[in-house]
């Protein structure tokens, strides 16, 4: 090994078997690179919604087909997470990243070139597929590769990546559809990724440091196949039930997702008690940081999918705007949530997990002002008169997202830090489906029962300022509430593990 690890670029690992390898160092080079792998499936996953109806005047798509144009990624992309994460701990997470950033490349490509619906439904669920190996990489290499502020920054400037991303995507896909780039129409959307992708591939190379476990485990097949089929019975009526009037099928499946879950639980535990290695190592969860981050996790997402969802609709449908102002209009709430991303790290090394506690109030009381703004100016209200709120949302938005990775994985070994990673974006991704199947939903149920689109944003607002202050107040149980020593002690106990 080099004696500075540091100005290696891109250091390769070496070691017998059953031995743990030497962290690398991931240079400020390389963070840059591999958060490429987060903002690219991120603005995927939010781009093609603005886009759709210029999908289907171009290729004559069904409602159904252009409802799987979004579903298949976004299914496809949660489903094989935690197996990504599984294959980056044993096979080499670099070769992971690079593997799937190819992929993703390529299934751009082929989504940008579809000539037909059914094959721009074939490409985005391999597009997802794609995604799903490159994305927990990131986060594992975050924490297999930095240690202490620096590790604090880079997961801060991950946090930031990924919720920039989903509010830049709405706007980018607003910006490319107007723009009508040589009369390509929709296709920009998926085109501009080859050139960021290739790019992305040369440099990662270069810079990215090659992480692994040092004992590779064989693939967990059994536990592959059961957490997959109840990912897959909990998305599909999810991203289907709403478009197609919530049929019996869809609760059927709905209903079956308990038992599915109980199945893959009882298999991982009897897995681990018998020395092999399991998909998701139970012993996941006897972390507090693990445990507990995640319960704040799946109630944010679902908030802020379901955010994301509802503005769009009160935008477009209700104050009759251009999908292009509707992006723009997010402007305000994507710069304070970047300001508050970046300070993240330094906020917690002083008041530790009470940031979250304060994104947690700031969220909530963004969301208040925007939902009064609604109530006194409807319907004569242009949408600039939404960014003060927007702008305080974004602000707590971005004091809760960035540090919550932290705190999630700060207390996973490095061994497993890409089964850690493929948990906690799974439970994002389906978090931010649930959001969108249930608060918009309801949304849509309201205001289609005459309820009126405003009272209908009303109600959801409510309800998310309620998910809000319960972040808030859930954030008391998290790590590290105390501050610098607490922060401290994580560390100590992070390098104790590794």
Avoid at 5 to 28: F, I
Avoid at 412 to 437: C, I, R
Avoid at 451 to 473: E, K, M, R, W
Wanted: charged residues 10%; aromatic residues 6%; hydrophobic residues 55%.
């Amino acid at each position: 090994m080099p004696s500075d690890p540091a100005s290696t670029l891109a250091p390769s690992v070496r070691c017998k078997r059953g031995q743990q390898p030497e962290p690398q160092a991931l240079t400020a080079a390389g963070l840059t690179v591999i958060l490429i792998g987060v903002l690219l499936p991120m603005i995927d996953f939010f781009i093609v919604n603005v886009a759709l109806p210029t999908i289907d005047r171009d290729l004559q798509a069904s409602q159904p087909l252009l409802e799987l144009v979004v579903s298949g990624y976004a299914t496809a992309y949660a489903l094989l997470l935690v197996l990504g994460g599984r294959l980056g701990d044993s096979i080499g997470r670099k070769r992971l990243f690079l593997l799937g950033m190819a992929a993703f490349t390529v299934t751009s490509l082929a989504c940008g070139l579809a000539p037909t619906a059914d094959f721009l439904v074939v490409g985005r669920v391999a597009q997802g597929a794609s995604a799903a190996l490159m994305v927990p990489q990131v986060l594992a290499t975050i924490q297999a590769a930095t240690t202490g502020e620096r590790r604090s920054r880079a997961i801060g400037r991950y946090g930031a990546t990924g919720g920039l991303a989903a509010v830049l995507g709405q706007v980018l896909g607003g910006v490319l559809v107007s723009a009508n780039i040589d009369n390509l129409g929709w296709r920009p959307i998926f085109l501009v990724n080859v050139p960021i992708g290739l790019a992305g591939l040369l440099l990662a190379r270069r810079y990215v440091p090659d992480t692994r476990h040092g004992a590779p485990a064989p693939i967990d097949a059994s536990g592959t196949v059961l957490l997959g089929l109840t990912v897959l019975l909990l998305l599909v009526p999810l991203t289907e039930g709403q478009s197609v009037g919530w049929p019996a099928w869809t609760i059927a499946l709905l209903l079956i997702v308990p038992l599915a879950a109980a199945a893959f639980i009882r298999f991982e535990v009897r897995a681990e008690r018998a020395g092999r290695a399991p998909l998701v190592p139970p012993s996941l969860l006897q972390h507090r940081s693990m445990r507990r981050g995640l319960l704040l996790a799946l109630p944010f997402f679902a908030g802020f999918g379901a955010f994301m969802f509802c503005y769009a609709l009160l935008v477009q449908e209700g104050l009759h705007a251009s999908a292009l102002t509707a992006g723009l209009g997010l402007v305000p709430m994507a710069a304070t949530f970047l300001a508050a991303s970046l300070s993240t790290a330094r906020l917690l090394a002083r008041f530790g997990a009470r940031v979250l506690a304060a994104g947690g109030l700031l969220q909530a009381a963004g969301l208040v002002m925007l939902g009064l703004t609604v109530w006194f100016g409807w319907p004569h209200l242009a949408v600039a008169a939404l960014a003060p709120g927007l702008a305080v949302a974004g602000l707590g938005q971005g004091l809760v997202m960035s540090p919550l990775f932290g705190v999630v994985l700060s207390e996973v070994p490095p061994a497993v830090a890409g089964a850690g990673a493929g948990v906690l974006t799974t439970t994002q991704q389906t978090a931010l489906a649930l959001g969108v199947a249930t608060l918009g939903s309801l949304f849509l149920t309201l205001a289609a029962d005459g309820t009126g689109i405003s009272t209908a944003f009303l109600v959801v607002i409510t309800v998310q300022v309620v998910i809000a202050i319960g972040v808030a107040t859930g954030a008391r149980g998290l790590p590290g509430w105390r501050g610098r020593a607490a922060v401290a002690n994580q560390e100590l106990a992070a390098a104790g593990h590794s």
